[in-house]
């Protein structure tokens, strides 16, 4: 069983830049490829950027646009969300995964574990 635990979420305005984190309970945290999803209010969870073991292969979502960095830091067992020039749009219910894919994936129904969800609420 791996815990997931995002925090960094918050309220900013466009333009503004916020880094997300997720921490995982499990000492295998490198064996997971992990990725981040949202929800926006009335839509699909979305996949938003995913990354391998080592951390050196990353994937992003069309949306993103060079706007978005994922990392992660295994010693740490701690994921990162880097946002910067965030937009109206982006504003959503945020949630890192993981998975014991061998690559990076973007469906839902591939990753088994789940975090709770960290708010992003971007103004205008």
């Known amino acids: 069983q791996v815990q997931l635990v995002e925090s960094g979420g918050g309220v900013v305005q466009t333009g503004d830049s916020l880094r997300l984190s997720c921490a995982a309970s499990?000492?295998?945290?490198?064996?997971?490829?992990m990725g981040w999803f949202r929800q926006a209010p009335g839509k699909e969870r979305e996949f938003v950027a995913g990354?391998?073991?080592?951390?050196?292969?990353?994937y992003y979502a069309a949306f993103v646009n060079g706007r978005f960095t994922i990392s992660r830091d295994n010693a740490l067992n701690t994921l990162y969300l880097q946002m910067n020039n965030l937009e109206p749009e982006d504003t959503a219910v945020y949630y890192c995964?993981?998975?014991?894919?061998?690559?990076?994936?973007?469906?839902?129904?591939?990753?088994?574990?789940w975090g709770q969800g960290a708010q992003v609420t971007v103004s205008s």
């Open positions: 990354i391998n073991r080592d951390g050196t292969n990353t």
């Open positions: 995964a993981a998975s014991p894919s061998l690559v990076i994936i973007t469906t839902r129904r591939d990753y088994v574990y």
């Open positions: 499990h000492k295998s945290f490198s064996r997971f490829i």
